[in-house]
């Protein structure tokens, strides 16, 4: 069974930076991408990032490109997201995401959320002005 949980959310003030992490079990990374969402109130959960196990490759939404960073850790089956530079509007909860992929699939963007069959209960994040 597939099992993610999510950690790092906090309080902090614009400008500053948070490390959220995805830690994952039941699944082999290489075999497999991971992305990163987020759902602020009254707003639909867009895709921020996400990373496939196979091949490393990485995909940002314009919003957080060159401010978050994805990255991995397979040996630990952790996948972390690295946020600089935080605005009031990064307010949200934040949540990972598994899907299986074969390693010799290239994803293009972030698929979308229907795409993936695991979530994390999310963890909440709160940029302050």
């Known amino acids: 069974e597939v099992q993610l949980v999510e950690s790092g959310g906090a309080l902090v003030q614009a400008g500053g930076s948070l490390r959220l992490s995805c830690a994952a079990s039941g699944f082999i990374f290489d075999d497999a991408v991971v992305g990163w969402f987020r759902q602020a109130p009254g707003k639909m959960r867009e895709g921020i990032s996400c990373i496939s196990g196979g091949d490393g490759r990485t995909h940002y939404t314009p919003s957080v490109q060159g401010r978050f960073t994805i990255s991995s850790n397979n040996a630990k089956n952790t996948v972390y997201l690295q946020m600089n530079s935080l605005k009031p509007e990064d307010t949200a909860n934040y949540y990972c995401?598994?899907?299986?992929?074969?390693?010799?699939?290239?994803?293009?963007?972030?698929?979308?959320?229907?795409?993936?069959?695991?979530w994390g209960q999310g963890t909440q994040v709160t940029v302050s002005s």
């Open positions: 995401a598994h899907q299986k992929l074969p390693r010799r699939s290239a994803l293009a963007d972030i698929p979308p959320e229907t795409f993936f069959g695991t």
